[in-house]
């Protein structure tokens, strides 16, 4: 059936997963990637996959789109395109599918332009290869698409190449050039991650309606639950290869069931709660993986309300959420958790004094000299010309301060900690540390002590630590040249204390850095930032690059340990919502000008500089009670090169008010309390602006940290004070026993007294290994032995293994036997399934 | 916020010598690795252990057994595996022999000229401006020279018979072999530095902008130090891969000067010279040229699959 052109039937999904499961095959053995994915994604809707990287989103798209790669494949279950399983489908066919009943849209867009023809001939070439039209009939219609992907002047975008036009316009062309075949079903997966917040809104508004405009079915693959909030109607949460959550973006929202959804929640900052009424409470652990998942639920050895006995028993299945239609969640104990009670509780404000001021930045000015060497140049003479990095940069930071540095990509928020830091040295204007004048003063000439009293927190996780380098010697390095330890021995106790400051293990110290995960890297990064005795410490974008389950986690300890040593902080970040939750004071950068300054209440609240406003609504919100401004900015970022005149802002502006604008640099305006905005806009205009971001039944004054329900109803998280009421009176939380127990696969533990019982039975029978009719009592599970996945487990079972203790007593040449009869390509480590059959069959006691 | 509980920790890292093994464990998985890495093996093997195997001495010149062919006996009931060569020398002891100078000197060649290569390149590419101006002409300029003119204009203005070698050995009384060695070294440096310079600057130019030479920088260490501490070492992967192809071309350089006898000295055995004296006997000097002939290409091929392979294992994962 449901030929191409045939009349899509309403109650066909488009696509429908059930039971897919997906592995890898490496050196490792079978790696289950994805196991018993279930999805149905019906014409026109929206479904988004939402889980931290590595839990197998991606991989699910590749499976769709049969783009596995050589070592990987599908393994089982069924993966039905309009009604019809894509596993049986000839290559032909799939082929005629693949880029025009299917598209992708992947995260950089330069992945799917090719860099040497120009669009027109990219998107021609999809119409033309696709229904064979004239190629003026596809020049209309493509140009048609790019006007429907809001792109502004499709005719110049058309004779362009990639390079010319900029990333937020490329993703554009590339969403146009998925659209232009007309396809059922769209996949996203995180098209918006490379893009600027401003950038990203205009993307998601697109985005959002596609499926309405187009009639397309829609997999929104992010990381970011407000994106998916705003852009889908259904959501699958994904953990460790597996959905434990789906249903209606309202009820996954409102009434999540799976801890783990509730633990994303949990962790993410959302408006109108700050860090004391909702603290942000991290996942403790790591994603496992693939081959090392523990028994029953994945999730059990990071989850607060594992119970020993009922979570590690038996592989857990999706179940209909009794009482709500249409969700359905993976996990034994959803009906017995008392959310209320396990809701995290509010903190007391605590109050920080803020000492002397430690830093002022006055007037700053930084030009990078740039050589023209274009002909064009070199005949008007002007062939040096001036990046306007930061144009007149003017603040000051507290002791135990966190001021926040935000603004997009290329505004100038690296250079002026460059500056700070001694890499450059200031154009103009003045940068005073403590009284010192260093704003002119290069690295190499500053003394140790001030070069350790200003340190920095990288924002790549994956290359803040040099890879050929221990991580213990790497922070021992930093104490000996800030001279805060003399000699080896000192270094090396400094090094295991500021390991326990970061709260790594000690043993950390001789660890190469490609040992740890993201966020280890990232700690070890702040240790090493505080190893001096630092007074200013800058913080460049340090958790962006990280899963949200563990940005919560570091941004915390980075604020403790500031808090905590009264060292001034200044956090550089595009993301205002991280911002409010940690920044005392905020100053917001547009093309090297602070447009917007203030304490974050100030900020957050009306009046707004109508950059700030932008930059509010850009921020995706994971709360569906929350209404907010929808103010998408047209065009892009100016190039520091040649700024425009006047106002900063004023290419951008909605709410430009004329000539002005265009001809004079706006004035400073006081609004109080060191809040001071950059704009020609009427006091009376910003001081009657309408908040951004509005709450339900919001009367109260924003802002401030009134303990408020934050968010919907019954749900998880908000009523803080009332949270905080109730844990007070509750006993302790109960505490797991036996948490090993949630892991046996990976106890190294070898049954001595088995071994020559074993050995002598084999040898007994010389005839191979022991084998077995499937068993009456149940069998083992033998995915449990890593690098043995759902597919090898059932070719084990057909060959006669069923528990682990056969495995155990295989010996080199029945493994030599069974090796021949899995016909498996590769190298295995066999010896090591021996291990491990022997301890998981002493732990279950055959 | 809420305090973060450790998290999980990962096995303990293996330790140096384990490391390498795995390594060699990797190797395993590329059947042509694995293949080149036996062939520069048995040849290492024979130059080290050389003294200790049941061979002639190859410079021992028996009469009237000149120009045997392979497999036969002498007069005196001596078998030449391999044959003699012209002037009555065995063959196979010539050979194995000339594997320890051959490997001896494009070893410290190579490792003269990837030393100043290295030097040359992640100054250029750290520094930049003028460093990398200067650096950069420079190795353009010897790049320019075809390689084999380079060398021959380097040995005939230096080399032992021009006035500064003869000067060296009649005054200040070196060996001759040190004085020839020393030269090609000399020549191979001028040839090859340039390309590994150029190698390093380009992955130093990238490596450069990752935030641990920035941190290394924000704490004020100096350019020495971030060059060789921070950005050498992680240069080691593709340099390795490249270290063995420039072996094999150090090896055949080597070869080809002792062909057009400008290499070392007589009467060391070397195989660009034993093919030389081969060269001159015409057909029948065949025996002469085809067992060097096979030592350099079974050596440098070596060396190629040992460098792919290295290069299959560090692509995947
Ligand atoms: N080509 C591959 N070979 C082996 N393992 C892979 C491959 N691609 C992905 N994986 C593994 O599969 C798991 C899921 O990966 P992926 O689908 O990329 O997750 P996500 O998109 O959610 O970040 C990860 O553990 C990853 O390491
Ligand atoms: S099954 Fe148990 S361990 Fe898993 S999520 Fe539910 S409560 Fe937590
Ligand atoms: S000065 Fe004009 S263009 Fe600039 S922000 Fe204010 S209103 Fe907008
Ligand atoms: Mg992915």
Known sequence: MAKQGATVDKDTPVLECKDLSISYYTRAGEIPAVVDFNLKVMPGEAVGIVGESGCGKSTVALAIMQYMGKNGAIVGGELKFMGRDMRTMSEEELRNIRGSRISMVYQEPMASLNPSMLIREQLNEVLIYHEGISDEEATRRSIEMLDAVRLPDPERVMDSYPHQISGGQQQRVVIAMALLSNPQLLLLDEPTTALDVTVEAGVVELIKDISKRFGTSMIYISHNLGLILETCDKIAVMYSGEAVEFGTVKQVFDEMRHPYTRGLFNSIPLPGADRHARPLVPIRGQLPLPHERPRGCNFGPRCDHFRDGLCNVHELHMEPVKGQSGQSVRCVRYQDIDWDKAKPKAVEAETIEFGPTVLQVKNMQKYYEVNDGSIGALLTGKTTRYVKANEKLDFEAREAETVAIVGESGCGKSTFAKVMMGLETATGGEVILNGKEIGNLPVNKRSPQLVGSLQMVFQNPFETLNPSHSVGSQIARVLRKFGVAKDKEEARQKVLELLDLVKLPRDFARRRPRQLSGGQKQRVGIARAFGGEAAVVVADEPVSALDVSVQAAVTGLLTDIQRKRRTTLLFISHDLSVVRYLADRVVVMYLGQIMEQGNTEDIFSPPYHPYTEALLSAVPIADTSIEKKHIVLEGDLPSPMNPPSGCPFQTRCPRKIGAICEQQMPPLKEFGNGHRILCHLDDDVLTSMEPVIAMPGDKAKRGKASAKPATAPSSGRAKAAAAAAALAAMPAPVKEKARPAATPARKKAVAPARKPAAAKKAAAKPAGPVRLKKPESKADDLKLISGVGPKLEQTLNKLGFWHFSQIARWTKKDIAIVDDELSFKGRIERDNWLKQAKALAKKSGR | ?317
């Not at chain 2, 045997?68 to 194995?96: E, I, Q, S």
């Not at chain 2, 101006?133 to 320019?144: C, H, M, R």
Request: with cysteine.
């Open chain 2, 1 to 317: 916020m809420s305090d973060v509980t450790a998290e999980t920790a990962a096995p303990a890292p293996p330790t140096g010598l384990k490391r390498l093994w795995k390594s060699i464990g990797l190797l395993r998985e590329s059947y042509v690795g694995m293949f080149g890495a036996v062939l520069v093996c048995f040849w290492v093997f024979i130059a080290v252990f050389v003294d200790l195997l049941p061979l002639q001495d190859p410079l021992a010149q028996t009469r009237g057994a000149q120009m045997l062919p392979m497999l036969t006996a002498d007069a005196k009931d001596v078998m030449h595996w391999m044959g003699t060569d012209d002037r009555g020398r065995d063959m196979l002891a010539r050979l194995m022999y000339g594997a320890r100078v051959v490997l001896f000197w494009s070893v410290l060649a190579t490792v003269v000229a990837y030393s100043i290569g290295m030097i040359m390149g992640v100054t250029a590419g750290y520094r930049g401006g003028w460093w990398d101006e200067i650096i950069s002409f420079i190795g353009n300029v010897f790049l320019a020279f075809p390689q084999i003119v380079l060398l021959l204009v380097i040995i005939t203005a230096f080399g032992p018979s021009s006035q500064l070698g003869i000067w060296m050995t009649n005054e200040l009384g070196l060996d001759k072999t040190l004085v020839s060695g020393s030269l090609i070294i000399i020549a191979i440096t001028f040839s090859t530095a340039p390309q590994v310079a150029r190698i390093v600057r380009g992955i130093v130019l990238d490596l450069k902008t990752r935030d641990y030479i920035a941190a290394a920088e924000v704490r004020g260490e100096s350019p020495l130090y971030i060059m060789l501490v921070e950005l050498l070492p992680n240069a080691r992967g593709p340099l390795i891969v490249d270290a063995c192809l420039r072996l094999g071309y150090v090896i055949i350089t080597i070869a080809l000067l002792g062909f057009l006898s400008l290499g070392l000295p007589p009467p060391d055995p070397d195989w660009g010279k034993m093919i030389s004296d081969g060269r001159q006997w015409g057909y029948n000097g065949l025996n002469m040229m085809l067992w060097p002939a096979l030592a350099i290409s079974s050596l440098v091929l070596g060396l190629n699959l040992l460098a792919d392979g290295l290069r299959e294992i560090s692509l995947r994962d």
